[in-house]
């Protein structure tokens, strides 16, 4: 473990640390935007929705661009770039008035998303070596786990002081993670390397999009990933409105709190044990297998109001959600072609489609339901969830025909 450590560059520390850090700033304040909107800026609540949603839709649709952006130019450019705008859109949170204003600000905060975080996993990838990779993907799961839990602890302490604070911290670390990023890669003489490499392959949009959606074993993967966070999405949507049904539970919200908390320990507690163990598997096997096991913790939340059980139940569900953390990113590196590596991290985020479809499939069946027939009801969301793990299971075996076909030239050639 030592040896690994020792050989991690400093790049992908850079990437770790800053990621650790912006996560802490980030959820001290963007999960308390809502209440900014309509308590310090007076918005009503049907127009603060419209603002919120604005971020992750518009994310949705450009971070497929994220990652040609990456490929075409290369991650120093796109990183220190992104990140120095971004921090100036989290500045710009801090004056803005109007509630065309906010949405626009939270359009750009979507995008830069979108370009950022392709970037970041393509670095991260390209800078270590197989021994260690998986190793690096936990420690990014892990960072962002940590601000999940750190940051929205800070963000009610500071804002009894100030609403305006958080956004002036959050916008001064994405400048300084920029400027750090560059100095970092221009030290590294293996990423100018990189860089030279990508910037000659002249990574075009329309060849890379033919290269995607060609590619069967990606969109499979695609498909069963939509799937999977279609599940996983019930965990802010659905189960909120369950807990918060008074016919059902004395003190659902109280309740429902608590489980979040556990959530994000038991993440981090038992995240190395598990990766560890699903070493041994392939990662379509760790992914279908963390669908399965949020699948059936969406029915087990049905069948019983019991504290004791309800917290077994998250623990499952958790499990489920670290299977999928990490393991897509090894995945998707596994399916990359090389020199468009960064273009298909930008398109696996299409797999955030699942948490827009999670909560209108929700919606939908509990108009339909209600929560009087909540085993119904959840046993539908779980059913629906698990159409990924045949998609995923589709890509498998694709997977494992084409590298056998790949043997077969090669023995060929060889013969």
Known sequence: MLNKFLTIRPI????????????????????????????????PASVAGMILASSALVGVITSFWGGVLTDQYGARKILFTTAVVWGLVF???????SALQFFVINVLNGICYSIFEPATRKVLSDHASEGNKLMVFNFR?????????????????????SSILPFVLLGTMYLL???????TLKENGTADAAEQAIQKSEV????????????KVFM?????????????SHLTSTLPQYFSEPTIFRKGVETFSILLSVNGFVVILIQYPVVNLMKRFTPFI????????????????????????LLATMVVFTVGELLLGSMIDILIDELAVESLKGTYFGAISFMRLGNALGPMIGGLVISVLGFGKSTMLFSILAAITLFGVIALLISRNLYLRENDMKMMEALRENV
């Open 12 to 43: 992908t520390w850079n990437i770790l640390i800053g990621t650790l850090f912006s996560r802490i700033a980030y959820f001290m304040c963007m999960p308390f935007l809502a209440i900014y909107l309509t308590s310090i800026k007076g918005i």
């Open 91 to 97: 500045f710009s949170f801090t004056v803005a008035s």
């Open 141 to 161: 799961l892990t960072a962002l786990n940590v601000g999940a839990i750190i940051g929205p602890i800070l963000g009610i302490a500071l804002g009894k002081n």
């Open 177 to 183: 993670y920029g400027f750090s990023i560059l100095f």
């Open 204 to 215: 075009k949009l329309v060849p890379a999009l033919k290269v995607i959606f060609t590619d």
């Open 220 to 232: 499979w993967t695609l498909v069963g990933t939509i799937f999977t966070f279609t599940g996983y």
């Open 286 to 309: 760790s992914i279908a297998l963390g669908n399965v096991l949020i699948s059936l913790s969406l029915v087990m939340f049905s069948l019983s109001q019991h504290f004791v059980y």
